[in-house]
């Protein structure tokens, strides 16, 4: 679908654009808060920042979800380009409403704090035991578990399936913080960067979290979810309309279930008359 002039003078987009905008604030202030140690207090590991990322995106997701489905993430925005779930443009309006967003969240957290020199917890680094390839795999590895996530609670989101399921993208921030700050999301390491000036590995927070996405992304929308099929696969490939070709998926798996269950249901009977 594509975006045309009069949708970009919509209400509604707007509204879209300033959800993802608010949404990325809150949830790099969120966790930025979480990673910052009090006065006198120890740093508090990597537990902090995933049980934050799991409670905003959950806040996050009833607050903004019907709106822009609340990605708060430039990886997953890309991601949904990728599978042909966005079009171009409005994809690109989202990018850039979540790097405003990071670096508003960033700026106005770091105004609050009362000792400047605990914003060096904003930035992620590279561990010095690391170099900037392990620390590219790890971010790739996190995201993509992280992004698979996404997918399949919005598959089961389909299917009117009531399990909240998005806490679980809180648990891949646990596996890769002590290695490469797990930061998952391109915008929340755009933001502290912006407000701190620390761009040192800068790039391996975006092709990391960028490159895990789209991986994850590609491999349930083409090999794992219910709609998968060669057809679809090339319908995006060729810029075709997909959802033609994934209704049709779903509605042959649905009839053959059917079928299944059926005659599964006849064997029974039969046992049960013999």
Known sequence: MSLSSEELRSRQF??????????????????????????GEAPGGPLYPAVAVGAVIVSLGHCFGVISGAQV????????????????????????????GASLGAGALYLALPLKSTADYFVNKVPIELNAAQALGI?????????????????????ESTEPGNLA?????????????????????????????????HWVYWIGPVTGAMLAGMSHEF????????????????????????????SRSSISTVTQNATRAKQANKQENN
């Open 223 to 250: 090999i794992f979810a219910r709609s998968a099929s060669r057809q679809k696969l090339v319908a995006c490939l060729t810029c075709k309309d997909i959802e033609i070709v994934e209704t049709a998926s779903v």
């Open 14 to 39: 707007w509204r879209a654009m300033l959800a993802e905008l608010l949404g990325t604030l809150v949830f790099v202030s969120a966790v930025l808060g979480a990673s910052v140690p009090g006065p």
């Open 139 to 159: 971010e790739v590895l996190c995201t993509f578990q992280m992004v698979f996530t996404v997918f399949s609670v919005e598959e089961q989101r389909r299917r």
């Open 169 to 201: 993208i809180g648990f891949a921030h646990i596996a890769g913080a002590r290695f490469s700050g797990a930061s998952m999301n391109p915008a929340r390491s755009l933001g502290p960067a912006i407000i701190t000036g620390f761009w040192e590995n």
């Open 73 to 100: 993430n430039p990886a997953v925005t890309l991601t949904m380009l990728a599978t042909r779930k966005l079009d171009v443009l409005r994809a690109l309006a989202y990018v850039g409403a979540q790097c405003l």
